[in-house]
């Protein structure tokens, strides 16, 4: 009951957002803005594997936004319609992933996930293991890939990954599962696999 | 799903996210306690899992928003200048215009249609019958002047259309 009542609350939010955003209030866009702009970018990222590909599709998918939220009916929720885009303008982008030489988002953007307190050894092997994890990610078919980083990295829950890419929940968890198991076999060949 | 069977890695992987309805999974994990085949599966997913949760998520740097700033104002500005269409871009001289073509078009239509209709048509029956004699006389006179007369011989030729005397030739 708690998780349905959330769920309105946040959809009359949203609600609110699309009307003063019709109104002309631009303070509704810049509150879009800072609740979207992180997942727009990250699965952008994930899903393009290129810094700056993401940010030019993150850039393109919030004109998109700002030219027709006003026509947003409300058919899904306001966060279901803005993956939908960005899954969209990554696929229209009409590139595969490519495995990068140089680390995505070298430097500021993006740091290995690490306890403080690891010294630099540990530091640059889980660096070098998340190179391999997102290179591997970049051999994992498209259809895949959209299911599997949509359900391991955005933690959409089966229903919403079926209404981000429009396809029946059979096929969604089906896409999940032979997504696993090729990342697996292309981690085990490197000797990856998380323990 | 039966107890004694493996289930597929679709069912397996469902079951690691906690997708499946709840006999199944009751079930699944009574199968998984006893299956090491099985159990292996759902681990080497959740291992999968794991390893993709180790990838860090960068927080979009603040060039978006400067960029993304500029596009929308030259958008704004587009939608005031240069986006329209130009008929929209300047009404105020469009009406005036398509209303002096459509009168050029309505005088242009009335001149052809003024023009086309014979002159004959502007005239009575008898000046027109009139005009018509005067041209059969003017090809009899025509063809007298071509004919060869015979040596000495005296020709009267019809007055010439306009002329009130004949002559001798």
């Given amino acids: ?35 979207y702009s992180g997942l727009v970018f990250h699965l952008a990222l994930r899903l393009l594997g290129s810094r700056e590909e993401a940010l ?16 947003f009916r409300g058919a899904s929720s306001l966060r279901t319609w803005i993956y939908r885009i960005t899954l969209n303008q990554c696929r229209n982008q009409g590139k595969r992933f490519r495995p990068v030489s140089v680390p995505v988002g ?3 953007d993006e740091r290995p996930i690490a306890d403080p307190a690891a010294g630099p050894e540990e530091l640059a092997m889980r660096h070098e293991f998340t190179e391999r994890v997102k290179r591997a990610l970049g051999s994992v078919p498209d259809e895949f890939r959209e299911a599997l980083v949509l359900r391991d990295l955005e933690d959409l829950s089966y229903e919403e990954i079926a209404g981000v890419l429009g396809v029946p929940l059979g096929t969604v968890r089906s896409r999940i599962a032979r997504g696993r198991e090729r990342l697996r076999c292309l981690l085990q060949t490197a000797g990856e696999v998380h323990a | 799903v039966k107890t004694l069977q493996h289930p597929d890695n679709t069912t397996l992987s469902a079951w690691c996210d906690g997708e499946i309805d709840a006999d199944l999974a009751r079930e699944l994990r009574q199968h998984l306690s006893s299956c090491a085949r099985c159990s292996a599966e759902v681990e080497g997913f959740r291992g999968v899992r794991r390893s993709l949760r180790e990838l860090s998520r960068p927080t979009p740097p603040d060039e978006l928003q400067y960029r993304l700033r500029i596009a929308l104002a030259a958008q704004r500005a587009g939608e005031h200048q240069g986006l329209a269409p130009w008929w929209r871009r300047s009404r105020w001289l469009f009406y005036p215009s398509a209303l002096a073509g459509a009168g050029g078009w309505v005088l242009a239509v009335v001149f052809l249609l003024v023009s086309s209709v014979p002159v004959r048509g502007f005239e009575d029956g008898g000046t027109a019958r009139k005009r018509s004699e005067e041209w059969r006389r003017l090809e009899r006179y025509e063809a007298l002047l071509d004919a060869q007369p015979p040596a000495g011989a005296r020709v009267e030729v019809p007055a010439r259309p306009g002329s009130s005397r004949g002559g001798i030739r």
């Fill in chain 1, 56 to 71: 030019d599709i993150a850039q393109d998918v919030f004109l998109r936004i700002h030219r027709h939220l006003a026509g």
């Fill in chain 1, 1 to 35: 009951v708690e998780a349905i009542v959330a769920r309105h609350a946040v959809l009359d939010e949203e609600r609110e957002l699309v009307a003063r955003h019709a109104a002309g209030d631009r303070s509704a866009f810049d509150e879009i803005y800072s609740r």
């Fill in chain 1, 106 to 108: 070298d430097g500021e």
